[in-house]
């Protein structure tokens, strides 16, 4: 799966992607059945290849948590204008590429 989007959508997704990892890997059943996958693989390697698989599966989130710190009266203006930049450059890559 290849998901366009802006650069720092993926490294969001990609974090998002990280914590679901941490949070699943404490199922032993589900540790076990993603080890027996990738059997040559450490801890660190499973969690990488974890989140490269898993990331496009997460830019729907990411774009929202972004879209949703718009709302915060707490997000300093600065890093609102940021953000709208990136949804803005974001939306582009979609769109651009949905015409191929």
Known sequence: M????????????KGAAGHLYERLIGDSRYYEAWRRQNPECDPQELEQRF???????????ARESLAEMLKR??????????????LA?????VRGWARG
């Not at 290849?2 to 997704?13: F, G, N, S, T």
């Open 51 to 61: 989140v490269e698989k898993h990331w496009p599966k997460c830019v729907g989130y």
């Open 89 to 93: 450059k974001d939306q582009s890559l």
């Open 2 to 13: 290849v998901a366009h989007c802006h650069i720092q959508i993926r490294e969001i997704a």
């Open 73 to 86: 009266p707490d997000v300093p203006e600065a890093a609102k204008a940021q953000i709208t930049e990136v």
